[in-house]
């Protein structure tokens, strides 16, 4: 065999590798995706750096000009955390997922042991009054979070994020995405009744 040969068959075996190389690769991520599906841990459940430390210290405007059983819905004052368990919902109107999960907050306002507050993120006065005139209105309080600086501080991932209150204001639970039934029953409440507890 001469050289020329020899060098000839480098480049052959080389083009061999790289076609099995996406091969190669698909198989790698499809395992890792497997895993994950297989591990049954709910993806809604994201570790929060805010779990068993105080509420963030940050007062919010009320959305201008909205009311409730006839008076001015207050803004949102951490302050007022203590003493009563409370859920913060951060939503806003041009949240699809906030639309869905909406009926489940006016059912979850009914119960009177827990009140709920909401962060309207990123959202124009007129949207909001708009939405919470359509689908009606769960909470005692609305803080408005026109610039999204406030649910940088709450460590927002997305919208919505619900985030439970104990009495002696220290974030107790935090929930990622839209609630279902499910998720209200088996995860929701039992950190609300813990959290009554306390």
Not at 83 to 93: A, E, H, I, K, P
Not at 141 to 155: F, L, V
Not at 162 to 188: C, M, N, W
Request: charged residues 20%; aromatic residues 8%; proline residues 8%.
């Amino acid at each position: 065999m001469t050289e020329q040969d020899q060098v000839d068959k480098i480049p052959a075996k080389r083009s061999s590798l790289f076609v099995f190389l996406p091969l190669i690769l698909f198989v790698a991520l499809a395992a890792i995706f497997a895993f994950q599906l297989a591990s049954g841990r709910d993806e809604s459940v994201i570790p929060s750096a805010l779990i068993g430390k105080p509420a963030p210290n940050l007062v919010l405007p009320a959305v201008s000009g909205l009311q409730k059983n006839g008076q001015p819905v207050p803004g949102l004052d951490p302050a007022s955390f203590k003493g009563q368990v409370t859920l913060v919902n951060v939503f806003g109107s041009w949240c699809v997922p906030c639309r869905v999960e909406h009926p489940l907050l006016m059912q979850l306002a009914e119960d009177k042991r827990i009140r709920l507050a909401g962060l309207n993120y990123k959202d124009k006065t007129e949207n909001a009054l708009r939405f919470l005139d359509e689908l009606g209105n769960p909470y005692a309080m609305i803080g408005a979070d026109t610039n999204g600086r406030a649910a940088i501080e709450w460590g927002v991932y997305g919208v919505p994020e619900t985030f439970l209150i104990g009495r002696d204001g220290i974030v107790a639970y935090k929930h990622v995405g839209p609630f279902t039934e499910q998720s209200i029953r088996d995860d929701l409440m039992p950190a609300v009744e813990t959290a009554l507890k306390k």
